[in-house]
């Protein structure tokens, strides 16, 4: 009995702040979320509406969302894998005995995650200016006519992407980087004494030893590219012709530019629900995969 | 737990600028927000104010113009607005929903050095709902041509245009898509040049009271055939201002004869283009559908929030920045244009070529719908013009389609005005 008091007054520090901040805020968003709660209702709270699930099904119905949404599962479903094999890639070639000065290529392929993305999607900006831009030049040098990279509805996103995977592999780099330290060598010898060529030595120590990081660092990446803002909102604000509103930026926009709470919050708890589906899905491949 | 020390560190942080702020304002501690590049101007007028008014310490704090309208709305959320602000006269109308401003035509009336009938009617009128005045004028903007004189010149054309025919044939004239040049510059996620436009129809933007849309009206449609018809002829080129990157330098090199632009750009194209260029350029009243037309009544006002404790010492101030004399040297700093006629009748403004055709316009102003939605209604009208321009929809299509979203934007207000309550008040 007293130990289990102990334990809650251990406890309880957490517990309150991840209350106070997290819980609470998470329960009034919901309730918000049943109200059309807006402009008028900030002046004066009798204003305010319960609209039941109006706010969900006026979404439902309105095809930005679902524009966005469609923007959204584009980005992870291009930019997961894409970020992910450059990160394995480097992270392979980083850890290869042949590599040299692997502590300066380590550092040089991390630093995009540690740039301000501000900064950098200015940079970003110039490079992939139509007229004046470096990529377009370099395509200019193999005879390839210059491409409309931010201005093209159809270009837009894959810039973005293209710039998020750049920006974000160094860190599931290092990650993968530790994973692969961790293969015991001895495994790697017993293949080559076997003969094993080296791409059945990726594909039969490497990849399975690897599986579980690889799982993680797949999790983390989807539910963080699920919440795609940033880029847009610093390279595109959206455009050209919303091609590159993302769920999030909706809520932003709806939330803190039209100070519609109401449908704001009901944007965030469908994003939640999908980003639980889809988790939870990865999940349990994961599991019958081990099972199997 | 890594997430929870972070939660409590910032909330620590938090109080301890709470506390270090509250501290910072005295009795006579006036804080004022400014938005954009005012607040870089107004450092060099505030000494003199403060020499003048000894007893008066002004606070500054300036806002980044991305971010002013959520700071502004967020600080009436949490209770911390300050004294008095600068506010563009497109967001008063939801802080007059919110009840957020003290009414000034009582100030207004006690005082020698404001006079309404000085300032150009649109404009002040701008600041009055339902009879109660909450702002003062403070730099007046409206959107005009700049144009490419020699160019215009070379091209057969001794002035600038007068109407929309006109206007129309000097485009074509001036457009070689092939060589990369075109008449004009119009970014496709800017509404300010399709809002203006729309202004000088006879038909309102918003109908019954803004409750609904008006955007099916023939005078919307005249307007936005004219836009998508610029860029379907290619005298305009399809992109937005991101892409447009540095549009001085292009009006320099002759890229775009036309830019349709505001008055701040006098002195970013002094700025930009060698002083041997001086010559080459020049700026024109908007041309009208069928000759003098109207244009967009735009601008900041300078207004006092309800909740202040310093309404004295916020009025002295605005009187000050009221003074011609004080407006005209802004000018000069900022290139921003007084809302008032006598601060037009000295100094630069009087003898500036370029700025005269802002004095012209300025007569002849309109001012956008007053309601709170307003710029959200703007926004959408734009993104749906966009795609017509882009040939996704016809014009009939998008003005249809810009009622719609117009009405469902409006939905609240219908309500709000239906069921108005005498006790709170009500919208504009």
Known sequence: MNTQRAAWMFLAPAAIVLGVFFLLPVIGALVLSLTDYDLYALADIHNLRFVALANYWALLHRPLFWAALGHTVYFVAVGVPLSMLMSLCAALLLHSPLARCKAFFRTALFAPVVTTVVAVAVVWRYLFNTKYGLANVALGWIGIHPIDWLGDPHWAMPTIILFAAWKNFGYNMIILLAGLQAIPVELYEAARIDGASAWRQFRHITVPMLAPTLLMVGILTVSGYFQLFAEPYVITEGGPLQSTVSVLYLMYNEGFKWWNLGSASAIAFLLFLIMFVVTACMLRVERSEVRA | ?428
């Open chain 2, 1 to 428: 737990m890594s997430l929870a020390c972070w939660r409590i560190v910032v909330a620590v942080l938090i109080y301890a600028c709470l506390v270090a702020c509250t501290q910072h304002s005295g009795p006579n501690t006036l804080t004022f927000w400014t938005i954009g590049r005012e607040g870089e101007a107004i450092t060099q007028l505030l000494p003199e104010f403060e020499r003048e008014n000894p007893n008066i310490h002004v606070v500054l704090q300036q806002l980044p113009l991305s971010a002013a309208h959520q700071k502004l709305l967020t600080a009436f959320a949490g209770d911390s607005t300050p004294d008095m602000t600068q506010l563009g006269n497109t967001w008063l109308p939801e802080f007059v929903a919110l009840g957020a401003l003290e009414p000034l035509q009582a100030r207004v009336a006690n005082t020698k050095s404001i006079q309404p009938g000085d300032y150009f009617p649109s404009i002040w009128a701008t600041n009055v709902y339902d009879g109660a005045l909450y702002g003062v004028p403070w730099y007046i903007d409206t959107r005009l041509l700049f144009y490419r004189s020699d160019m215009l010149k070379a091209a057969g054309f001794d002035a600038p245009p007068r109407d929309w025919n006109e206007w129309r044939r000097m485009l074509a004239a001036l457009s070689h898509p092939a060589r990369g040049q075109y008449g004009i510059l119009l970014p496709t996620n800017e509404y300010d040049q399709l809002t203006s436009l729309a202004l000088q129809q006879p038909d309102p933007l918003l109908r019954d009271g803004g409750r609904y849309g008006n955007f099916e009206s023939t005078g919307f449609k005249r307007a936005l055939r004219f836009y998508v018809d610029t860029f379907r002829l290619h005298q305009a080129p399809p992109i937005t201002n991101v892409e447009a990157g540095n549009p001085w330098v292009e009006f320099g090199r002759g890229v775009y004869a036309f830019y349709f632009s505001g008055p701040w750009n006098i002195s970013e194209f002094r700025k930009r283009l060698p002083a041997s260029a001086e010559g080459t350029w020049a700026t024109a009243p908007l041309p009208g559908t069928d000759g003098e037309g109207a244009a967009l009544a735009g601008g900041s006002s300078l207004v006092i929030f309800r909740t202040s404790t310093h309404k004295d010492a916020a009025w002295t101030l605005i009187e000050y920045l009221s003074r011609p004399d004080v407006q005209g040297r802004f000018y000069d700093l900022l290139g921003d244009m007084p809302p008032r006629r006598s601060s037009w009748s000295q100094g630069s403004l009087l003898r500036d070529a370029k700025a005269q055709a802002f004095r012209e316009q300025l007569e002849r102003v309109k001012p956008t719908p007053p309601v709170p939605e307003w710029e959200q209604i703007v926004n959408e009208m734009q993104l749906v013009a966009a795609q017509a321009v882009a040939g996704d929809l016809t014009i009939d299509q998008a003005a249809a389609e810009i009622d719609r979203r117009a009405d469902r934007i409006l939905e609240k207000r219908r309500w709000m005005l239906d069921h108005a309550r005498p006790t709170t008040s009500a919208p504009p």
